[in-house]
């Protein structure tokens, strides 16, 4: 076998796990696991196929969905069991996650690890979970904030966890952003491989979850202060690390304390030194401060137990999103009235379950000039439903969409792909050249708001709205994060307005003439 150094400066054969995870690593796994007595099925076949690579890290851990022929789909996790130490916490994290049956915690099926014949790979059968963790969506945001709704929603779930762990008397050790988990039925904690006993507890569990001491580990920028001076460790600290958690996905990935740093020491002082949490923008004062508190660094200062820090956090999730200032509501939309009712209804009681405030004129008996302008100025993203002929209709171009440009309003763009009034040739839909015939109706594009037209469906992201409930989710996810960022999108929108000006003023003279008109022969069900 080829070697190559070790930690301690000495060398190792080279592990199975200390390859890129390719499809190479997939398969010699696969092998590995075949070679094994429980690899194997009553045919003769293999009992696993290892599917996606879910993480880890390279010389050291991997974790991969899998089909198991006996129990249906699970996540594998294989750990590079060469030192005696190792193996004692791998058993022991399987033994202690094996004893939980809460929905809030990643549940280990079998206590016990497997272990290959010459003992240097050990495997954990864990419940599968298909989404991503925590760390998987900051990375995907980019710098940008996951939003309080988020944040609430995952602090509550990881609160009921660490109640239930915290019942049994362990303490995690280890709550971060790569260790929770998101499933389809809310956040669960993961990992507990450096988990201790409370000293209370250590009388009422076996000699098998009290073998080993465990050293002070952990990730350094999660760790509390007494964490990282090897101080007494009690439950706070697993509330520290959830108010580090908290914090990094409001402030677009950042760390409290020591965010530069790259040391444990380093971090420590930062941490020891601080004065002040540093502020996160567009936050509640409410949710800063239950972060504040449990990033206390004074154990006597923070909450002192999960319950009650979920008492601080309940309110926030049972209350609707929370307004931007000047605002009171959070989406106007935007809609052709005879061609796309259903759909955005569809989309006006999915952002509502969700806690958002929307103006839409189905609510308004009898719509008129000045409710819409009212209802556009008092929203926060302007959110057009893109269907056949949209532009052509005097009540969304020159009263809605003129109004959310005069505002400087950010905007989101739904395109209808269905029916008979799907949003069809983004150049025809804009162009005044196209006909009456084309459009199905009496009007057509105004010469003077091609321009404006045009710009909006070049320089805004037309996302793809679906009635499919399976997609659904998504599309409203990416709404969500819209919001989150529409300080961003107009800023990006309206930096190259010459075109918007210049649409704007001539719609103005135009639409003067025409509002009229216009107002007499159209109502709420022709808009």
Known sequence: MASMA????????????DQKPTLDLRDELESELFKMKEGKRSNGQKRWRLDEYLGGKQGETAVFSAMDARGGQVALKFMCAEDDDVKRRFKRECAMQAQFTHPNIVRCIKDEPLINSDGSLMIAILQYLPKKTVDYYLQQLDGSSTGE???VNM?????????HVHGKGIIHKDIKCPNILSGSNGFKIADFGIAAMDESSKMKVSDTMNTLQIRTVGTPH?????QLLCGEISFPADLYSLGVVMYRCLSGGKYPFGNEKTNAQAISVALATSHSIPPINNISDQLFAIITKALQKQVADRYSTATDMLKDLKPLSQQGQPLPPGCEYHFFICKHEARAK???MVIYYELRARGYKVWISNEVEKPNNEEMINGVKKSAVFLIFLTHGIFTRYWCRDVEIRTAMKETKPFVLLKCTHGDHKFVDRRKECSSKSTREWFGLDTVVPSEFESVANQLCENITRREWSLNITVRPAILDYLEREFERREKTAEDFYRESSAVDAGLKESSSSSSSSSSSSSSSSSSSSR
């Open 222 to 226: 999660y760790m509390s202060l007494e």
């Open 6 to 17: 070790s930690a301690g400066g000495g060398t190792r054969a080279t592990h199975i796990l």
């Open 155 to 163: 602090a509550v779930d990881v609160l009921h966890g660490l109640e």
């Open 342 to 344: 259903d759909s955005t």
């Open 149 to 151: 709704r988020f944040v």
